[in-house]
């Protein structure tokens, strides 16, 4: 299932992608009318909203797209559910940017650890994922315990 965001959504794309799904955010683009982008492009993809405008522009014009209603990010999760959307931990894309992630080689790793300031050798503790566009490494810490937490809150 690939999917599109409206710049209301930003938070939510970034947990479409830890989840996996193939999301772009109208906000990553540099666009004039972001409404006509999002009507007239991207047709391979659902159009997720939280403007009642757009979504019936969007349904008059037979794309497919789907109204979220909450303004809170668990509760919009929810909402995804009625279309098949399940949301579980893969980190297989690029929470920033959307890219695929890879393993990283020992030195893409390095690099990044210093770039970042990370003293330890986090590559010794946990599995790693890298964005080869963003530089970016990926690991299970704490904030991965968090997410977790937090989905798990989902289903209650």
């Known amino acids: ?24 955010y109208i906000g990553d683009f540099e666009c004039e009318d972001e409404d006509s982008e999002l009507l007239k492009n991207f047709l391979d993809r659902i159009l997720l909203t ?10 008059k014009n037979k794309r497919a797209a ?12 929810k909402e995804l559910k009625k279309i098949g959307v399940s949301f579980q931990l893969l980190m297989d894309r690029c929470s920033v940017c959307n890219s695929l992630l890879r393993k990283p080689s020992r030195e893409e ?3 990044v650890m210093v770039k970042e300031g990370i003293c330890e050798d986090i590559s010794q503790k946990y599995e790693l994922w890298y964005c080869e566009k963003c530089k970016k490494l990926y690991w299970m810490g704490s904030h991965w315990k968090n997410m977790v937490e937090f989905l798990k809150k989902l289903d209650q």
Not at 1 to 24: E, P, S
Not at 50 to 59: M, N
Not at 66 to 77: K, P, Y
Request: aromatic residues 8%; proline residues 0%; contains cysteine.
């Open 1 to 24: 299932m690939k999917l599109i965001c409206d710049r209301m959504l930003g938070k939510l794309a970034v947990w479409l992608r830890i989840a996996g799904y193939d999301t772009l």
């Open 50 to 59: 939280k403007d009642r405008e757009l979504y019936q522009k969007a349904i």
């Open 66 to 77: 789907f109204l979220i209603v909450s303004n809170d990010v668990a509760e919009q999760m």
């Open 109 to 111: 790793a390095l690099e």
